[in-house]
């Protein structure tokens, strides 16, 4: 028999301590159990109000385990070993209250307790205990071996609910769950207050069930969603245990001290947490993916500690079909958005070469107010460096490559949900402290990749160097031999020439240049293509011709169609100002070749002394212009590939290659700021060009006046070899009258070279006025170096308006002046 009741023993420590967390405790509340009987020999608990509690109790969790429980229980009526089976479930539910609230993280809701054993606890605080909420679970059950002390009776006396108050509060408990009652008809209007108060639970219980209630229209759409739904019925199923362990209490009948004020007090914290929870769920009406977060976000940061845990909880909650498609996105470059509630858009039908600009985008709508706008510009970039290595550069980019840097967003998410992940670690993923810096670190790790092979298996530096060399003009001896090898080529209309004839001249040119010794994979991109007019005149070979750089795969990205035609358009108006310059050239060796003949032909020069003059002040500026071209694009090209050689992201350098090829697009004056500049500089180069004109004009007149002479002269000399006369009156006459021609022609030619002047120099100085007088202080610069010498302003009173860069200079060297001054004063004294 002994060794029996020791083996008991043992069972049940063992027992305590597998359930319990105290061991002791629950091994003494376990003897207390299965040895306490009232007087009469029966249990100290009902046993079907005690099984209908278990029941109710694991309902609430699960129903499967309300099942097996039930299985159980009918095991355990048909056993023949166990007698006790009001203490052992009695045991074991007190075991299971210990246990969940040892381990578990938050009590939702209070757990009510409105037994007048409470109020009887002690005379120290029974003031404070009395219609008060007790959050703990060792409560004094009634019918237990401890007793109410006889100072207290008159208390419990008092205390006794009468039977309309009973219903009452039987009443307000089923309202607080959206069951509609009498509403206390026939009691206190006090009582009626206090029934109100309780009711507004089930008001709101209403509004949070018409919430995630499919057929309301109300229930939002999507994976986050579903995902606050499911927060918001885990709230309810808790509110719901809540609820039925008050009703539980209310109906216990004798000894129950179930009033309707420690009803509306216990309520107090239902109703606080169930208003806030219906606030955030009505701002969730009708919104999806990140704009839904953002409104519960709000919540976050309020004053209430217990507002801000509750949206915490439904916000990691919601986020986490969020942290799944963003993980997805960073490590694979893929979004599986069905619901499209990700912040990152993919459209569909994009080509390759503007899959980097156009393919994906950020939905500003939907960036979740926790993230920053810059985080999620990198989240962006990031995913696409992964697409790109993928489908542009044919290369696979494992996860281990930047994964590392994401430790803080998936290290404590691997293996469990929101909640437990949050009570490991402390703090959600949406606000890890780590979250921002790994982002940041994996985005600058995916790009540099990217920009690793980019650089090192598809030369993009030496592509960017070519394109400033060759489309650009940078390749002065290159550009210079093409234009002297194509000059007789394209004097010729457009459409007698061919691309093919072009491009052997092309080749030609590089041959004899440095161009020479540029890579392979450089030379075989430079192409000759031919742009004609659309606006129906002929044109000539010049206005048609320009050089083409081709590019394909990953580099498509960097330099797309829309690039190309900027390209395009830089190379036109520089190729026109570089062709205005080598006529001018060839019309200065024409001259120099020419004037060697005109020693005895002193009536021209005067006239080709003032062409030459004009040809040098031609020249000045276009040479001014193409510095100004050159040298003020040269900074954002030497950051451009400064950024490309240090390893910047491929985002950055877009931008640095799109501000290079805008300084440059300003400074060539074709930009869409420049528009007016444009067609002032269009004029000055047309004239610049008749200038040309007049000169061959010009030139062709005095070669063929001074092949007349020189044939006069041979004639003479072969009529003196054969005794006649050299020169007869009739030949004289004939002479003077050639001559009379010449010096009209002199005339005529001086005369259209002062309307020339007079017009050039009007379109300059329009255009150094526009100049001085824009925004951009380079161009101001520019406008500056074209009239150093004032000679501009000296012929026109327009350029003396103080706006101009020069009244702009002087101004502040003045007050420089009278700033040094001033500061000088106190030091004479």
């Known amino acids: 028999m002994e060794s029996i009741s020791s083996n008991l023993t043992i069972l049940l420590r063992q027992l305590c301590e597998e359930l319990s967390s105290a061991p002791d405790a629950a091994y003494e509340l376990a003897l207390s159990y299965l040895t306490s009987t009232n007087g009469k020999g029966r249990p100290v608990q009902d046993e079907r109000l005690l099984c209908q509690k278990i029941y109710n109790r694991l309902a609430s969790i699960s129903a499967q385990d309300a099942d097996k429980f039930t299985e159980s229980y009918a095991k355990l009526k048909n056993s023949l070993i166990l007698k006790q089976r009001v203490s052992i479930l009695s045991l074991l539910m007190s ?44 409560v004094l059950k009634q019918g237990s071996s401890q007793s109410l002390p006889e100072d207290y009776s008159n208390a419990a006396i008092v205390l006794q609910t009468q039977p309309s108050e009973r219903a009452c509060v ?26 109100a108060r309780v009711a507004q639970l089930g008001f709101l219980h209403d509004r949070l069930k018409e919430f995630i209630d499919p057929s309301s229209g109300l229930m939002p759409q999507g994976l986050m969603g579903e995902g606050l739904v499911s927060a918001v019925r885990d709230e309810l199923t808790e509110y719901y245990r809540s609820i039925a362990l008050l009703q539980s209490q209310v109906c216990e009948g004798e000894g129950g001290g179930g009033t309707l004020r420690r009803v509306c007090v216990w309520a107090q914290e239902p109703l606080h947490r169930l208003t806030w929870l219906a606030n955030m769920v009505h701002t969730a009406h009708h919104k999806k993916g990140g704009e839904l977060a953002s409104c519960i976000h709000r919540f976050v940061g309020h ?4 507002v801000a845990t509750l949206a915490r909880r439904l916000l990691t909650a919601l986020t986490y079909p969020l942290l799944l498609m963003l993980t997805r996105w960073l490590l694979h470059g893929e979004i599986e958005d069905n619901f499209n509630e990700f912040f990152i858009e993919s459209r569909n039908g994009v080509p390759i070469d503007r899959m980097w600009h156009d393919k994906y985008r950020v939905r500003e709508w939907m960036v979740p107010s926790f993230m920053l706008r810059e985080q999620a510009a990198q989240i962006l970039a990031t995913g696409k460096s992964v697409v790109f290595m993928r489908e542009a550069c044919a290369d696979e980019l494992g996860p281990s490559d930047h994964a590392h840097h ?12 929101t909640e437990g992940a949050e009570r490991e670690c402390g703090r959600a993923w949406w606000e890890a402290e780590g979250l921002r810096a790994g ?72 041959r004899a240049t440095n161009a020479q010794f540029e890579p392979a994979h450089v030379l075989s991109r430079l192409h000759v293509n031919l742009y004609p007019n659309c606006d129906g005149r002929e044109d000539s070979g010049w206005d048609v011709f320009a050089l083409q750089y081709r590019v394909d795969g990953p580099l498509g990205t960097l330099f797309p169609a829309t690039c190309a035609a900027r390209y395009r358009a830089l190379f036109a108006q520089l190729w026109r100002v570089k062709r205005i ?25 005067g006239l080709m002394r003032r062409v030459s003059c004009l040809r040098a002040e031609a020249l000045r500026l276009c040479g001014a212009l193409q510095e100004a071209s050159c040298v003020g694009a040269e900074p954002a090209w030497a950051e451009l590939l400064a950024a490309a050689a240090s390893g910047h992201h491929l985002d950055s350098l877009l931008r640095l290659h799109h501000n290079a090829l805008e300084r440059h697009s300003i400074h060539a004056m074709i930009h869409h700021t420049t528009q007016e500049l444009q067609s002032y500089l269009g004029n000055v180069l047309n004239e610049t060009l008749a200038l040309r004109s007049f000169e061959t004009t010009l030139h062709s007149g005095i070669r063929a006046e001074l092949d007349r002479r020189d ?6 000399a072969e009529k003196l070899a054969r005794g006649d006369y050299a020169f007869t009156a009739a030949d004289e006459v004939q002479d003077k009258e050639k001559r009379k021609i010449f010096l009209q022609f002199l005339a005529n030619r001086k005369a259209d070279l002062n309307v020339w002047a007079r017009t050039y120099r009007g379109h300059v100085t329009t255009l150094i006025l526009k100049l001085a ?43 420089n002046l009278a700033k040094s001054k001033l500061m000088r004063r106190p030091t004479k004294k």
């Open 439 to 510: 982002v940041a670190a994996a985005h600058a790790a995916a790009s540099q990749r990217l920009l690793s092979a980019l650089i090192s298996h598809h030369h993009l530096l030496d592509h960017l160097a070519a394109h400033r060399r060759y489309l650009l003009l940078a390749q002065g001896d290159f550009v210079h031999h093409l234009m002297t090898l194509l000059q007789e080529e394209l004097n010729k209309p457009a459409s007698s020439l061919y691309v093919h004839n072009l491009t052997c001249t092309l080749e030609a040119a590089v």
């Open 773 to 815: 007088l824009h925004a951009e202080i380079s161009l101001q610069t520019l406008a500056f170096r074209l009239d150093y010498s004032d000679f501009y302003k000296r012929g026109d009173a327009k350029l003396h308006e103080p706006l101009t860069y020069q009244h702009k200079r002087l101004s502040e060297i003045g007050l």
């Open 711 to 716: 044939a006069i002269e041979q004639l003479k």
């Open 95 to 138: 075991l299971s209250d210990t246990t969940h609230q040892n381990e578990s993280t938050q009590q939702l809701f209070p757990v009510p307790n409105l037994t007048i054993a409470n109020i009887c606890s002690g005379s120290s605080n029974s003031k404070s205990t009395i219609g008060s909420v007790s959050w703990s679970s060792n």
């Open 170 to 195: 039987r009443d307000a408990v089923l309202a607080a769950t959206g069951v509609r009652t009498r509403n206390a008809l026939g009691v206190s209007r006090p009582l009626q207050m206090m029934y």
């Open 406 to 417: 994401l430790q803080a967003l998936l290290t404590p998410h691997n293996g469990m949900g």
């Open 581 to 605: 310059e080598h006529a001018l050239h060839r019309a200065w060796r024409d001259h120099i070749i020419l004037h060697k003949r005109l020693k005895y032909m002193p009536e021209v020069w």
């Open 303 to 306: 004053g209430d500690e217990r």
